[in-house]
């Protein structure tokens, strides 16, 4: 949980750096982090199902989503965030270099 | 079967191919490749960490068996897959005009 909290907390607080106006598409954020959540919460599922991997049971809460504990869900929602924190960045960055 | 592998080929091609499909074509921009690499480097703390202390484990049967550290290879085609993917919507929903209302 804490990784989780560390990897999210910078973007999040960067994110409201005006120039950047991601919240002006709330909308898009909203949709595409919850496409991603249902395309890749249904991999992991299907992965935890599986058995392809599984998760230290002492390291997560006990709180689970289906299969999942409620860190990793939450990963599908932190992650897309930071994504399109860094990829708007970089692109506001190569604008006021050209 | 190397069913991980097999799945992380899979949602690769589905990511390049729906970057051409819905037109996005963030692949062939220079920028993404910056922050390919940023986000590259975020992995490798956040995911090495996760696997090195065993937080999330592998079932070995599934994999290829080949690591970076302490991260499975199948790792970075998930991750490319999920971060591209999510790149492609931003950019699909963002571009998106807005509905024009009727005039009054």
Known sequence: MLV??????????????PPLE?????????????????LFGSWDVFAVWRSHWYFDTYSVWDFKIFNLPVEEVLFFVVIPFCCI?????????????? | ???YAI?????????????WGLQTNVLRRGEFYVFLIIILGFKLLVN????GKNIVMYNPHFLLGQRIGSIP????LFGFSMVTLTIVFWQTFKERPARRRPLP
């Not at chain 1, 708007?88 to 190569?94: D, R, S, T, W």
């Not at chain 2, 090495?48 to 696997?51: D, I, K, R, S």
């Not at chain 2, 290879?73 to 970075?76: K, L, Q, V």
């Open chain 1, 4 to 17: 989780l909290v560390i990897a999210g907390a910078v973007p999040f607080l960067l994110s409201f750096f």
């Open chain 1, 22 to 38: 991601i919240y002006r598409n709330a909308k898009a954020l909203f949709y595409s982090i919850s496409l991603i959540l249902l």
């Open chain 1, 85 to 98: 924190f860094t990829w708007e960045a970089v692109l506001y960055i190569k604008s006021r270099i050209i």
């Open chain 2, 1 to 3: 079967m190397k069913e």
């Open chain 2, 7 to 19: 799945l992380g080929v899979i949602s690769v091609c589905a990511a390049i191919f729906l970057d």
């Open chain 2, 48 to 51: 090495g960490y996760l696997t």
């Open chain 2, 73 to 76: 290879i199948e790792d970075f």
